[in-house]
């Protein structure tokens, strides 16, 4: 048998974790705690004997989760004798919900919070200090957060995001105690990448639907029973998913689905809201994820939309008022709170639309002037494009958040440069998005995630604690280093390997997504014998990287309905040395240490002859080997 060397590397240096733990007294984590009093003594994580106990069936999830996350599941063989970490509930005062108390003594920790999710914020905590030093210092942690919604919002709808990232945003995001995620469910392209036709212009509606089967995305949707799992599910990691249909503009799915109820004159992708269809059609779209006992929307808040429509008549100004309106009462009929994006500066008019108890994202100023939505009454969440959008590889907007800038002057009070008192009761909280514009521009499920999760962090921090900051940029951007994306949770790809040999009959071993990230190197020696088309040299559920691609025979990749392909195909009997080098901008080959050929940026024209950028990166897989023939030795994947 060929022996076998896989890390999983944490990134944990001892070096990383001493700037962690000596940026102050208090322990770092991120979000940053507000408060820390230190006591003599260690608890010491690597004992073989804790016990993790709670007395209340609501904190099962959380301690399951713990036992898990520190490999607690085995009885130990004395509980009298064993440290312990106790999980209770404790009123925390009015109001504070995600409040939680952390003792940390030398045989016990002690997590109290005055909701269930609040423990599980203390639980992150304690796993957040382990995973930079396994001796926790002694002492009493008291936290809670500025703002109550702390949330991303992710553009499924113009490039398929599969439920299995989903799943794994949320743990990520449980782990930095962020609430709140935002799927847009709906949307389309530009036409000018479509050869500025409408007709040829992607667009995609991501739910399964029974009432109209053809309106569900063929090549990529989420079933009901999927979707009503993943809610509940991400429930009990403390993250509220809202669902969001986007109507009446970024509708050409519903438009395609149904040509008449599209418009002419502002653009197909606009319903046409002087069709006396349109809103029976609208209605029957929501209503069918909304009814029931057990409704597919099952958290509390929904969202409607409302975003960008055109305002270039005043008579359909005030029809888009009133569709707002109406949407809004209509979700709350079904128990739900309803949540839109900011348009009503931008669709100035008379006709009324409810504001009491709805929640607004405030993206930009000319949109919606946040000092009058405060005024109308909305619940705010602070959303400026121009500070918390990332559109990846586009050329606009940000490719990734300008962390620093946002860490030193934004807080959710500043929404676009309105600033408001901090912490006032209107503004409910702030988030970021990633939105996929560039339908087709090869942008990754990894690349994404690259985006993702610095910028996770940062937002966390700031709209946990917003202010009173103590540590400065520097610091905490080294410090932050030390963690990573929480228990169970790959998506950057920390593993490395090295095997003396690899074979299709190799177990390369499947614990989790096993995969290496940006910036990495692969080699390994190959005795090339005939390949067919379509050999796979390794492969994860995301990614196959081929010896011979299935269409030329090339060395090859594919990812996220993607084939990319070197200049290069091996030839019976050679020996060569090969290289493949990934980074966050291109993947490169290289053949007995010379390049072959380096897959970047590619450049193309639009219909309105501007430029756009095809992105051909590759997080490596490292799941499974493929079924190959060639003669396969000194096999590494390292990081550099």
């Known amino acids: 048998m060929k022996k076998l060397v896989l890390l999983i590397v944490m990134c944990i240096a001892a070096g990383t974790a ?7 007294e208090t322990p770092f984590t991120v979000p940053q705690l507000k408060s820390w009093k230190n006591a003599k003594g260690t608890f010491n994580t690597d004992t073989r004997e804790i016990v993790v106990t709670t007395r209340k069936d609501e904190l099962k999830v ?3 989760y713990m036992k898990r996350s520190m490999h607690l599941m085995r009885p130990v063989k004395d509980e009298k004798a064993a440290a312990t970490i106790e999980l209770k509930l404790q009123s925390m005062g009015k109001g504070a919900d995600e409040a939680y108390k952390i003792d940390i003594r030398p045989k016990s920790i002690i997590i109290s919070g005055a909701t269930p999710q609040a423990v599980l914020w203390g639980v992150q905590t304690v796993l957040q200090m382990r995973e930079q030093n396994r001796q926790l210092p002694c002492g009493t ?22 439920l299995d990232y989903l799943y794994n945003l949320v743990r990520t995001m449980s782990y930095y105690k962020m609430n709140c995620l935002q799927v847009h469910l709906n949307d389309n392209g530009f036409k000018k990448y479509f050869h500025d036709n409408w007709d040829e212009t992607y667009s995609a509606f991501r739910l399964e639907s029974e009432r109209f089967p053809e309106l569900t995305a063929r090549d990529g949707h989420y079933t009901k029973a999927q979707f009503r799992a993943f809610i509940k599910e991400s429930a009990m990691m403390g993250v509220e998913v809202i669902p969001e249909i986007d109507v009446p503009a970024h509708s050409l799915a519903f438009t395609h689905f149904r040509k008449s109820l599209g418009c002419e004159e502002f653009g197909v992708d606009h319903l046409d809201l002087t069709n006396p269809e349109v809103m029976p059609f609208v209605d029957s779209v929501f209503v069918e994820y909304l009814e029931g006992a057990d409704p597919v929307f099952c958290g509390p808040r929904v969202h409607i939309g409302t975003d960008e429509y055109s305002n270039k008549k005043q008579d359909v100004v005030e029809l888009f008022r009133g569709m707002t309106d109406h949407l809004i009462k209509l979700v709350e009929s079904y128990g739900k709170q309803a949540v839109v994006w900011g348009s009503l500066t931008y669709a100035k008019g008379n006709t009324p639309v409810k504001s009491k108890n709805v929640l607004m994202d405030v993206w930009n100023n000319g949109f919606a002037n946040p000092k009058a939505m405060k005024e109308a009454g909305f619940q705010l969440v602070s959303i400026p494009d121009g500070y918390v959008y990332i559109v990846p590889a586009a050329g606009y907007y940000y490719d990734y958040l300008n962390d620093k800038f946002l860490y030193e002057r934004w807080t959710p009070a500043n929404i676009g440069g309105v600033v408001f008192k901090e912490k006032d009761p209107q503004i409910e909280g702030g988030m970021f998005a990633v939105w996929n514009d560039v339908c087709g521009n090869g942008i990754s499920v990894g690349d994404i995630h690259h985006r993702t999760f610095p910028a996770l962090q940062v937002i966390a921090q700031k709209c946990w604690h917003a202010v009173n900051d103590t540590v400065g940029y520097g610091k905490w951007n080294e410090a932050r280093k030390a963690l990573g994306e929480g228990p169970e949770v790959n998506e950057l790809g920390r593993t490395e390997v090295s095997l003396p040999a690899l074979s299709a009959a190799t177990n390369i071993g499947k614990r989790g997504l096993q995969q290496i990230g940006y910036d990495y190197q692969v080699d390994f020696d190959i005795t090339w014998a005939h390949e067919r088309r379509g050999a796979v040299l390794t492969k994860s559920g995301r990614a196959k990287f081929y010896l011979s691609d299935p269409i030329s025979g090339m060395l090859g990749f ?4 993607y084939l990319f392909t070197f200049k290069y195909s091996g030839r019976p009997g050679r020996n060569e040395h090969i290289t493949i080098k990934g980074t966050n901008k291109y993947t490169q080959l290289l053949v007995n240490g010379k390049v072959v050929e380096t897959l970047g940026y590619d450049e193309r024209l639009a219909a309105d002859k501007k430029p756009y950028n095809v992105v051909r990166t590759l997080v490596f897989p490292l799941e499974e080997t493929g079924a190959f023939k060639s003669r396969i030795t000194n096999f590494s994947a390292k990081k550099l």
């Open 18 to 24: 001493a700037v962690a733990q000596g940026v102050s």
């Open 62 to 64: 959380a301690a399951d």
């Open 141 to 162: 942690i008291q936290d809670r957060p500025d703002y109550k919604l702390r949330g991303f919002m992710i553009d499924v709808a113009r490039k398929f995001i599969p």
């Open 558 to 561: 594919s990812r996220d309905g």
